[in-house]
């Protein structure tokens, strides 16, 4: 079974710019979340989309957004880039959203799209 | 969720077990504790997860103390491929706690 896949891999943008990032979780799939890495802040995450819509998010401002799409697929949007946005971002998905089912709601991480922000 | 504290480096003889230990006395009754490790710039890797009893598999064990208020993951006969940063993370199945909160994580260097 193929692993979540996400585009483009590497990513070089200068300031003001906007950037759309594509992950296209495992088959089978429905949640897929969002995670920004940087070596000040560690891993934090941004948000998680379950049939399309936006189900939980995180402490991140507006300029960041987020969609996904009746496949599943998910793309994130940053806006008006700044030069802290340069991060690793990392694509995950899991199988269900349903809470409180013991297991099976692992997360399984993509391999990130670098994005540098000049 | 509840926070975990984990020491920030180890390291271990390559083919000798590794016990990564963590930390978690605010746990909650249905709050499980998973555990992933992030090989450098690589996404992070699912290891395993439990809620009270201790877990086996392919990869790792987990070991859970009875009043859950500690964990110790670990990796049975260590390898190179293993040195990586071993995350600890203590999670809920309510309402919208799918989010994974990572810490700083251990680094796990596996020595020749």
Request: one cysteine or more; proline letters at 5%; hydrophobic letters at 30%.
């Amino acid at each position: 079974k193929a692993g979540v896949t996400q585009t483009p891999r590497y990513l070089i943008k200068t300031r003001g710019q906007q950037v759309t990032l594509s992950c296209s979780p495992i088959s089978g799939h429905r949640s897929v979340s969002w995670y920004q890495q940087t070596p000040g802040q560690g891993l934090q995450f941004l948000f998680e989309y379950f049939s399309e819509t936006q189900r939980n998010k995180g402490n991140f401002p507006g300029r960041f957004s987020g969609r996904q799409f009746s496949n599943s697929r998910s793309e994130m949007n940053v806006s008006t880039l700044e030069l802290g946005d340069s991060a690793l971002y990392l694509c995950a998905s899991s199988r269900s959203g349903t809470a409180g089912l013991a297991g099976g709601n692992e997360q399984f991480f993509g391999p990130g799209t670098r994005l540098t922000v000049l | 969720d509840a926070k975990t504290t984990q020491p920030p480096s180890m390291d271990c003889a390559e083919g000798r077990a590794a016990n990564l230990p963590c930390n978690h006395s605010t746990i909650s009754g249905n709050e499980y504790v998973y555990w992933y490790r992030q090989i450098h710039s690589q996404g992070p890797q699912y290891i395993i997860h439990g809620l009270k009893n201790n877990e086996t598999n392919e990869m790792a064990s987990l070991i859970i103390t009875e009043d859950r208020k500690s964990s110790t993951l670990i990796l049975p006969h260590a390898t190179l491929r293993d040195t990586a940063v071993y995350y600890c993370i203590v999670r809920g199945y309510s309402g919208s706690a799918r989010q994974l909160t990572f810490g700083s994580g251990t680094q796990l260097t596996v020595l020749p």
